[in-house]
């Protein structure tokens, strides 16, 4: 499996403040499926992607777009999931998404020199 997929689904959960266990129950497989899907050793179904795709309200490119713009889509799957936390919380966050966003632009830069 790609792993960039593996990558997206574990950044989803954890920009989701989920366990393994939780988004087991999201996506209805076992958390030791959940683990397998985070280190690249499955692949997800259709399935298991339209219920990410839907519950956290992604973009589906996000499981097929280049390695090199994955944090771009990561930043925009953390800004859409913080709007209920708490103020603190978001602050700390959208830091992260600007950190992010400036490491992405760099890379980007970087590969197109």
Not at 27 to 33: A, E, F, Q, V
Not at 34 to 59: C, F, H, W
Request: net charge neutral; aromatic share 6%; glycine share 4%.
């Amino acid at each position: 499996m790609s792993k960039h997929i593996a990558a997206v689904i574990k950044n989803i959960r954890l920009a989701h403040g989920l366990t393994q266990e939780k988004l087991a129950e999201v996506i209805d497989r076992s958390p030791g499926h959940v683990g397998m899907l985070e280190q690249g050793r499955a692949t997800p179904s259709y399935e298991v992607m339209e219920k990410l795709i839907n519950k956290y309200d992604l973009d589906a490119n996000l499981f097929f777009k280049e390695k090199r713009w994955a944090a771009e889509s990561i930043s925009a799957v953390i800004a859409k999931s913080v709007q209920n936390m708490p103020s603190e919380v978001r602050e700390c966050l959208r830091l992260y998404a600007h950190v992010v966003d400036q490491f992405s632009k760099e890379i980007r830069d970087s590969a197109e020199s």
